[in-house]
């Protein structure tokens, strides 16, 4: 029986989770270099170690209510397609193990989400926890303006 790790984290009142594997780091957040002209859910770019990464605000893209960064809130940096990007997110909340055979497809009767972001779900505990499916969060439109963005401002963001 497989055992697959998760970071389970918060957006708005709904549990998500990323594969640990997936994870690069976790930030407290910091300064981020706003870009004008971008879509609402790119909330702009971080200098991270003299790497320009893009930070997407995960509310937004789900399309929830904003909220004020506060003391819980996080950004969780990603490997996705050889770039680094940013996710900021409610809350962190802890590592969890999932057995592999308590993962499965997406019902259809979840509606509270956006379906088209999520590879499957967890059933922990009696609760169903959205897994992110990260191939999803950027169609490729969006991934190649983020990469010539990224271009773009680079010299600006590592002042």
Do not use: C, W
Not at 40 to 54: A, D, H, M, Q, S
Not at 92 to 102: H, K, L, M, N, S
Not at 112 to 124: I, P
Not at 132 to 151: A, F, N, R
């Amino acid at each position: 029986m497989a055992i697959k790790q998760f970071i389970q984290f918060y957006v708005g009142d709904e549990v998500y989770v990323i594969g640990l594997t997936e994870i690069y780091q976790i930030l407290k957040p910091q300064e981020i270099f706003k870009v004008p002209n971008t879509p609402p859910f790119i909330e702009g770019f971080l200098n991270l170690r003299g790497k320009v990464l893009t930070v997407f605000n995960l509310r937004e893209r789900f399309n929830m209510p904003i909220r004020e960064i506060d003391s819980d809130t996080r950004i969780l940096i990603i490997n996705y397609k050889d770039m680094l990007l940013g996710f900021i997110v409610d809350s962190v909340t802890e590592i969890i193990r999932v057995p592999e055979e308590e993962i499965v497809d997406v019902p259809d009767m979840l509606d509270n989400v956006n379906r088209r972001y999520l590879a499957n779900v967890a059933k922990v505990d009696e609760k169903l926890i959205l897994i992110l499916d990260l191939d999803k969060i950027l169609t490729p439109d969006e991934e190649s303006q983020v990469v010539d963005m990224v271009k773009q401002h680079k010299e600006d963001v590592l002042k």
